[in-house]
């Protein structure tokens, strides 16, 4: 899916690139392009299975990719090195692949060249007992046992494994003077852990008490009921060293160009792709003992760490490796690596996500494989993981496939054909119980059983919406309304735009009343952004673009101030709290909140939260006031408050209150106040909450409901919920699409919320009330999108004028209702949330 002159080059130059790679036919030009995922791994391992039966049932379609190393899969490791290389070179245009995780690994699998700083640890607490050097079991007495975990990981079985240290007279960690011990058990009144000593190749330490700390290292897993607890890897770019010098991503860049190197036991794969490769992490990096996750100074300095350990492996592994990183983690990718234009390119485990099989998230997955198409390293090698699961209730860590229909799995691979994805998939279509895994018939033009069957496009994805009259009129229209939050100035027939607030915020603005008709709006947006400072230039920037008629006030600044005292930051250990819930439901209402409670533990007073926001004309701040459970019996009232201050650039000025109300209600009350006083400026809302003036905090527990701010006299039920989706941001030009369900209001303000506070130029920006219908057309077939809740109607004669096309010939166990071998006319509708892949009708020109 691409846009304008320069995205259709550099998908050419994609194509023509790809031949440097090796004549790989995964890379060929003839679409579905189409892989074996991990189901080649396990045969292998399985009695009583022939390689010659494996590598038949492997070879239908144009690769495979799975486990070859017992760093997180136990038992991997002992024929599937060779059985992989053997198929490699039986199949040599075949790609083969090694699936690593790239975030964790077993610590049993070959750890020894890796030292107690290689990896990363929860928040760190005193030893207060001395402990021996014994190889028996010991309990050892320390200041807080709150964040150690029995029973944990994901089937609820584990035990977390720790780290004993010394501590250096600069209060670090001593990672010379460290024991690997693993939880037995803890006590919680004593405040005491019991665990076995000398684990992962150390030696039980002796340990002074008040000179020497624990930590619970960050795990993930065990990803498998056979296998074991995974330590996180320390990227971060200020990772502490071994005695040679060397860093975790060094070492990790050694294990895989020693594995991948001559005579490496992976010498023959053409790559690999790191499963769960994040751009942030969360705890201790830097072994002060204390929650960094990774960021020094402002700084995430795991993200700049990860694209450096990126950047060293190319260097090794040269570029004829396919190398490649998750691309879907966390809301919208976000947590997601970012090492562009060193990677080849992305999986999306689950497309768009691994739960939406409703396709909320329709835009973010388009724009997430259309930005890496246009941005990876050539050549570029992006691919979905097709797979949906749900949870079984019950069964900890134990997931299902969701009953969905054939369209919606035909929508999947029709994005894969409009972004140029790989496709390969964990959820199979029906097959014959005994037989080989199951060959989706879109792939194979059903009982045709032919790969590569639409041949190649003949042009770039087409959205239809991009057709239909532009609702925003010309950028001097929309200049004019964009929102006091920044500041816009004309450069070349450009618009650029800069942040107002501090660097900590981001870039964010708002264009005002953008008038709608019907329910769907689909957004076109092209921009570039300065590289943030302190970044690598490879690291682009995460953006939302949105939409709402009602604008979300959420936090900008939280606090607390206890009485006689000056507002600060919540202190741990305060009991004040601002949390944000995305439903909290009180009788049968369920809104999104932020719970909160004023300080009791360490005094009494208030908390509060600020949102800065732009007002626009004829606007109300609406809220919701709410109460726990059990507060009407325990509670005498908290007492909240609305306060308003102008805001110039990031400094308020005085503060104005407009509304105040004690409630102990279990129930959600509707409160409103205008704003018309501050109409066309930027403002900062202060939300307080006090205990009162008796100080009396028993069950305070008190909820901020809804938050937003509405145009006066609209009802709550022509308002459009805010809704939003992503795309990446660097100092290219580069078009992405947002598409918008369930428009309800008449006027819309278009929001954007970009990550760091530098310049962004916008080239153009349309919107178009009209569904995200999509179609591409190939030399033999066409393939056809409706991503909407309606049906829509495609005018085939003139999206494609002098040729006819029919529906393949479904095999039995598949749609044959949708598939029926039978012609379409020169008009065909789709139901919601429907994909279609279509045959040209040779008999027509």
């Not at 060929?28 to 494996?54: D, H, L, T």
Request: aromatic residues 10%; neutral net charge.
């Amino acid at each position: 899916m691409n846009f304008g002159k320069q995205a259709i080059a550099l998908v050419v130059f994609t194509l023509v690139s790809a031949s440097y790679a090796g004549d790989l036919q995964i890379y060929g030009s003839e679409y579905p392009r189409v892989f074996f995922f991990r189901g080649s791994e396990g045969g292998p391992s399985r009695k009583g299975i022939a390689y010659e039966q494996w590598a038949a049932e492997f070879s239908r379609l144009s690769g495979i990719m799975g486990k070859c190393l017992d760093e997180e899969v136990l038992g991997r490791e002992a024929r599937n090195p060779e059985w992989f290389s053997r198929f490699k070179r039986e199949h040599p245009r075949q790609v083969v692949l090694l699936h690593f995780n790239g975030n964790a690994r077993d610590p049993r699998y070959h750890a020894e060249k890796y030292f107690p700083g290689h990896w990363i640890y929860r928040k760190a607490t005193r030893i207060l007992g001395d402990v021996p050097a014994t190889s028996e079991e010991t309990v050892i007495r320390v200041e807080d046992v709150g964040d150690f975990r029995v029973n944990t990981g994901r089937y609820r079985t584990s035990n977390d494994d720790i780290a004993l240290f010394g501590v250096t007279a600069d209060g670090k960690h001593d990672w010379n003077y460290c024991e690997q011990v693993q939880l037995v058990s803890m006590d919680s009144k004593a405040n005491t852990i019991r665990v076995k000593r000398g684990c992962y190749g150390t030696k039980p330490l002796a340990f002074k008490a008040g000179k020497a700390r624990a930590a619970a290292h960050c795990v993930e897993g065990p990803w498998g009921k056979n296998n074991n607890l995974m330590w996180y890897y320390n990227f971060s770019a200020h990772c502490p060293k071994d005695a040679e010098g060397k860093t975790c991503a060094d070492r990790l860049v050694d294990d895989l160009a020693a594995w991948f190197g001559k005579g490496g036991k992976l010498e023959a794969f053409d790559g690999l792709e790191f499963d769960v490769m994040f751009h942030e992490t969360h705890g201790d990096t830097d072994g002060d003992g204390e929650t960094d996750n990774g960021v020094i100074g402002g700084v995430n300095q795991y993200g700049i760490g990860v694209i450096g350990f990126a950047r060293q492996l190319r260097s090794r592994l040269g570029p004829n490796r396919i190398i490649q990183g998750d691309g879907a983690l966390g809301p919208g990718g976000r947590r997601s690596q970012r090492a562009f234009g060193i990677l080849n390119g992305i999986e999306s485990e689950g497309w768009p996500n691994l739960n939406d099989w409703h396709f909320v998230d329709w835009s973010g997955g388009l724009n997430r494989h259309a930005f890496w198409q246009a941005n990876a390293f050539k050549p570029a090698f992006n691919y979905i993981n097709h797979k949906w699961t749900e949870a079984i209730p019950g069964k900890p860590g134990e997931h299902k496939n969701p009953e969905v229909p054939f369209a919606r799995h035909r929508l999947v691979f029709a994005a894969g054909q409009f972004t140029d994805a790989m496709i390969c998939y964990s959820f199979p279509p029906p097959a014959p119980r005994k037989g080989p895994i199951g060959i989706w018939d879109e792939f194979v033009c059903g009982t045709a059983n032919k790969l590569g069957w639409l041949g190649k496009p003949e042009g770039d994805a087409v959205h239809l919406a991009a057709a239909t009259p532009n609702c925003l009129g010309g950028m001097d229209a929309w200049a004019k309304r964009i929102s006091a939050g920044a500041t816009a100035r004309t450069a070349d027939g450009k618009l650029v735009i800069s942040s107002t607030g501090p660097a900590d915020q981001g870039l964010s603005f708002s264009i005002h009343d953008v008038p709608v008709t019907g329910e769907d709006i689909t957004v076109f947006v092209t921009m570039k952004g300065a590289p943030r400072n302190g970044y690598p230039v490879e690291m682009a920037r995460f953006a939302e673009i949105g939409v709402t008629s009602g604008v979300m006030c959420r936090p900008d600044v939280t606090g607390m101030a206890l009485r006689c005292s000056g507002e600060l930051p919540i202190a741990p250990g305060s009991g004040a709290r601002v949390n944000y819930r995305a439903s909290e439901k009180i009788g049968d209402k369920a809104i999104p909140a932020y719970a909160i409670h004023p300080p009791f533990q360490s005094g009494k007073g208030y908390v509060f939260w600020c949102s800065d926001v732009d007002v626009p004309p004829n606007a109300e701040l609406r809220f919701h006031l709410g109460m726990a459970e059990k507060s009407p019996q325990r509670s005498d009232g908290v007492w909240f408050s609305v306060l308003v201050a102008p805001l110039a650039g990031a400094t308020p000025g005085t503060f104005s209150r407009v509304f105040e109300e004690s409630t102990k209600a279990h129930q959600w009350l509707p409160r409103s106040v205008s704003l018309a006083k501050w109409a066309g400026q930027r403002i900062r809302l202060k939300f307080v909450a006090d205990c009162g003036p008796k100080d009396n905090t028993v069950t305070d527990q008190g909820f901020w409901g809804d938050v937003k701010i509405a145009r006066a006299g609209v009802a709550e039920d022509a308002l459009t919920k805010p809704k939003s989706h992503m795309t990446w941001v660097n100092d290219r030009f580069f078009t992405s699409a947002f598409y918008f369900r369930d428009v309800r209001s008449q006027h819309l303000d278009l929001t954007f919320r970009i990550e760091g506070n530098e310049p962004v130029t916008i080239q153009r920006i349309t919107a178009h009330a009209h569904p995200d219908a999509m179609y591409r057309i190939f030399e033999n077939g066409l393939v056809l999108a409706n991503p909407s809740h309606a049906p829509y109607t495609f005018d085939l004669a003139k999206l494609s004028p002098g040729r006819t096309y029919r529906r393949m010939q479904a095999t039995p166990l598949q749609d044959t209702a949708a598939n029926n071998g039978e012609n379409v006319g020169a008009q065909l509708t789709l139901g919601p949330l429907e994909g279609l892949f279509l045959k040209r009708d040779r008999g027509a020109k």
